[in-house]
Structures are given as structure tokens and as C-alpha cells.
Nanobody, 126 residues
């Protein structure tokens, strides 16, 4: 069974940085796109970033473009989200997710992702 575990969340001041990590287990191949989503307090979950299976292409929500960077290390079966210049509105539970279709193009729709982690809390203080 495919499992994802996020780590790296915490409390940071406005303008600070955090690096989230997500490790995938239960799958031998890395031929799957991966994404990061977040759920702010009292709001619905929203797309943050996605990356293709080989890491050649990345996609970002407009709200994080230029501040966040998604990357992956297929040898370690990990995906990362480097978050810089954090703002209070970035406060949310962050989830990583992966598809179950090889070589599928990543996108911002939740229904495209079959497996999800449990989430890690990111809090940005003003």
C-alpha cells in the first residue's frame, strides 16, 4: 500500500522559510507526478504546487509563485517544498499527494491524486 508521510512543518515568522519533505513508501517506481496542497483554517483544501515524474516540469498556484519551490529526489522517493518569504496567509495544514497513473500530467485537481499524506502544520506569525 502506498503511504506518504510529510515532515518539516512548524512555526515561523513572516518573511521566514521552511522546507517540507514527503517520503513515499509502498511503491517501487517513481513514474508518478506529485503535488502539494494546503488547507488554511476554516477553508477548503487548495492546490499549491506539482511536479512531473522526472522533475522536469513544475506548476504553482499564483499565490505562491516565486516564493515556493517544489522538487523531488526519486532515488530517495521524496518530494520537497521549499517555502520562502512566508506570509501569515500561508498558514495551513500542508499535504503531499501522488497519482496512481504513470506519466500522468500533474494538475491542480484533488481528484487527480490517489494517495495523500496525513498533513503537517505550518503557522506563520505576523
Amino acid at each position: 500500500q502506498v503511504q506518504l508521510v510529510e515532515s518539516g512543518g512548524g512555526l515561523v515568522q513572516t518573511g521566514g522559510s521552511l522546507r517540507l519533505s514527503c517520503i513515499v513508501s509502498g511503491r517501487t517506481s517513481s513514474d508518478y507526478s506529485m503535488g502539494w496542497f494546503r488547507q488554511p483554517p476554516g477553508k477548503e483544501r487548495e492546490f499549491v504546487a506539482a511536479i512531473t515524474w522526472g522533475g522536469a516540469r513544475t506548476y504553482y498556484a499564483d499565490s505562491v509563485k516565486g516564493r515556493f519551490t517544489i522538487s523531488r529526489d526519486n532515488a530517495k522517493k521524496m518530494v520537497f517544498l521549499q517555502m520562502d518569504r512566508l506570509r501569515p496567509e500561508d498558514t495551513a495544514v500542508y499535504y503531499c499527494a501522488t497519482t496512481d497513473v504513470r506519466y500522468s500530467r500533474p494538475n491542480e485537481r484533488e481528484e487527480s491524486y490517489a494517495y495523500w499524506g496525513q498533513g503537517t502544520q505550518v503557522t506563520v506569525s505576523s
